[in-house]
């Protein structure tokens, strides 16, 4: 009976360890079977679902102590090179290429309605700014101040005593800002 005991733990634990070698076996065989295939470029239907948009990469970007200086812009003027009308809170930069060097001096250093956050705010009519919009373009034969690449022109206002009186006390400062663009 003792006998018969061993007998039947003796074939259950080789019948388990069988069960095991082969569930490892095929585990492995698995395993080897996916390395070896050769990875394929997927067709861009396979990694982008219907009606979804590529993820979009993005960089920051920062200059340090570039010139600021200020300016008003009288009643009724001309729109802004972006199309858009003047408003506080909005600058003007460099165009991208001086108009006396074959440049488009509708083309800002850095894109229309991206913001400049800046590392110190500046106050312009009572009020602290720490971010800007770029919204123009301005010294299109980089006359004034060729040293500075990202110099910004503050808009403080349509021209009145107050706005002229607050962008002469603003005078021209260094300022130091940062801006994100998308990745191209």
Known sequence: MLETKHLRI???ATFIAILLIISAT???????SNISQKPSVPDESETRPQGEEYLKWYIKFSVEDQQA???V???YSPITASGEVCFIGGVAMHPVYPINAGGN???PSIPFGTTLYLDKPVEVQGKEYTSFQ???TGDVYYGLWPEYPYWVDIYFGTANYYSRLDAKDFGTEKVS???IEEWR
């Open 10 to 12: 003796v074939i259950l």
């Open 26 to 32: 095929l585990i492995i065989a698995n395993y080897r």
């Open 69 to 71: 200086t200020a300016y």
């Open 73 to 75: 812009a009288e009643a």
């Open 105 to 107: 001096p509708l083309i």
């Open 134 to 136: 770029v919204m123009d």
């Open 177 to 179: 800002y940062s801006w």
